[in-house]
């Protein structure tokens, strides 16, 4: 299936110079000048070569058609997470750099998607958006009252965002997984 440039998301997997990638972080740049494009950082999942190009709306790249099976996380070991197919309660081991940085986000009993080219897991789809609790935020600095003014957080998994100053210890907030960036309170 041919997407638009700039409709490359972190975690496609697309065939681009003969080559498998998989998306790992995109930045969408609209400058003064000329037309609008996608910064893609991408790795290729045969060999591990990284690759950071700019994509314009008018190219195309060709998506991956993917097989795709709900599996469930169980627990990590070593170096690897092990998943549970759901249909056959058949256990896979999948190295960590499968997922990706995103690892640091599964919880135990985790809904994913594994995506299959050839029966060999190439990738791990995550919810966009998990809960998380604040362990550990940074006092709010006395006349910090500016909107757009974010202070260091770290969740209970250990990974560190950027929160607003209302944000305090033990508060459990909604988080994108891929940017690692806060969204909102949860509910």
């Given at each position: 299936?041919?997407?638009?440039?700039?409709?490359?998301?972190?975690?496609?997997?697309?065939?681009?110079?003969?080559?498998?990638?998989?998306?790992?972080?995109?930045?969408?740049?609209?400058?003064?000048?000329?037309?609008?494009?996608?910064?893609?950082?991408?790795?290729?999942?045969?060999?591990?070569?990284?690759?950071?190009?700019?994509?314009?709306?008018?190219?195309?790249?060709?998506?991956?058609?993917?097989?795709?099976?709900?599996?469930?996380?169980?627990?990590a070991e070593?170096?690897d997470l092990?998943?549970?197919?759901?249909?056959?309660?058949?256990?896979?081991?999948?190295?960590?750099?499968?997922?990706?940085e995103a690892?640091?986000?599964?919880?135990?009993?985790?809904?994913?998607?594994?995506?299959?080219?050839?029966?060999?897991?190439?990738?791990?789809?995550?919810?966009?958006?998990?809960?998380?609790?604040?362990?550990?935020?940074?006092?709010?600095?006395?006349?910090?009252?500016?909107?757009?003014?974010?202070?260091?957080?770290?969740?209970?998994?250990?990974?560190?965002?950027?929160?607003?100053?209302?944000?305090?210890?033990?508060?459990?907030?909604?988080?994108?997984?891929?940017?690692?960036?806060?969204?909102?309170?949860?509910?």
């Amino acid at each position: 299936m041919k997407i638009t440039g700039v409709e490359i998301r972190p975690g496609n997997i697309i065939e681009y110079e003969g080559g498998i990638w998989k998306v790992t972080k995109i930045q969408h740049t609209q400058p003064g000048k000329g037309g609008a494009y996608m910064q893609v950082e991408a790795k290729n999942l045969i060999d591990g070569r990284k690759l950071n190009n700019r994509f314009r709306s008018a190219d195309t790249v060709e998506k991956v058609r993917l097989d795709t099976k709900d599996f469930q996380f169980l627990y990590a070991e070593g170096d690897d997470l092990v998943f549970m197919d759901k249909d056959t309660f058949e256990q896979i081991n999948i190295s960590k750099d499968v997922v990706g940085e995103a690892h640091e986000f599964l919880q135990d009993g985790m809904e994913v998607v594994l995506e299959l080219w050839e029966e060999r897991p190439i990738s791990v789809e995550l919810p966009e958006q998990i809960e998380a609790t604040i362990v550990e935020a940074d006092a709010v600095v006395k006349g910090q009252t500016a909107s757009s003014s974010y202070k260091p957080a770290i969740l209970d998994n250990g990974v560190r965002v950027m929160v607003p100053p209302h944000i305090t210890s033990g508060t459990r907030i909604v988080v994108n997984v891929y940017d690692r960036e806060y969204v909102r309170r949860a509910d």
